[in-house]
Nanobody, 117 residues
Framework: QVQLVESGGGLVQPGGSLRLSCAAS????????MGWYRQAPGKRRELVVI???????NYAYSVKGRFTISRDNTKNTVYLQMNSLKPEDTAVYYC???????????WGQGTQVTVSS
């Protein structure tokens, strides 16, 4: 079974930065469109950014220019660099393949990001 383990979250002040990691097992991220998602308290999970197998990216308007997705195929790991963080970025962040997310077939445990002074 696919396993995706997110890490790197934490408490950060507004304007700060965090780098999230997503280590994948039993799936080759280089062959998949990978995405970062987030779910804030009381809200539905939303797509933040995707990266295709060819490296094309697509960001949600709310994070464009502040967040950067990347991947290291040799480590089978996807990253999310988050800069200029805002309180409204507070959420549990998940990574997933676009296909699994669309079917709601699997979600990891996520990593909590809290932006607060």
């Amino acid at each position: 079974q696919v396993q995706l383990v997110e890490s790197g979250g934490g408490l950060v002040q507004p304007g700060g930065s965090l780098r999230l990691s997503c280590a994948a097992s039993r799936i080759n991220i280089s062959f998949n469109t990978m995405g970062w998602y987030r779910q804030a308290p009381g809200k539905r999970r939303e797509l933040v950014v995707i990266i295709t197998s060819l490296g094309a990216t697509n960001y949600a308007y709310s994070v464009k220019g502040r967040f950067t997705i990347s991947r290291d195929n040799t480590k089978n790991t996807v990253y999310l660099q988050m800069n200029s963080l805002k309180p409204e970025d507070t959420a549990v962040y998940y990574c997933n393949t676009l296909a699994l997310a669309a079917r709601d077939a699997y979600w990891g445990q996520g990593t909590q990001v809290t932006v607060s002074s």
